[in-house]
């Protein structure tokens, strides 16, 4: 799964400085969905981080029910505030 196509899929653009409010929420939710009748872990996964890059992922409990999973999550979280906690530089 790529960004672009998420975006495009989810939200019918790949740029999200002119879409609309009631859209993005529609569009996560959409994706909320398409999560839970998700059973194959790397589109789970990809679609968690989605959700999560928006603040709008289901806690790790909730979204995995594998321990290696949910581990393998925080780790991802992990390195994702790390990159923002940086400053780039």
Known sequence: MQLDDLLQR?????????VAPDTLSAGIEHCRV????EEERRK???LWSFLHMFGSAPDLDVA????????L???FMDLLAASQGDGGG
């Open 64 to 71: 995995f029910e594998n321990e290696e999973d949910r581990d």
């Open 34 to 37: 398409d999560l839970g009748l």
């Open 73 to 75: 999550r925080l780790g």
């Open 44 to 46: 789970r996964f990809a």
């Open 10 to 18: 989810y939200f019918a653009t790949t740029d999200l400085s002119g």
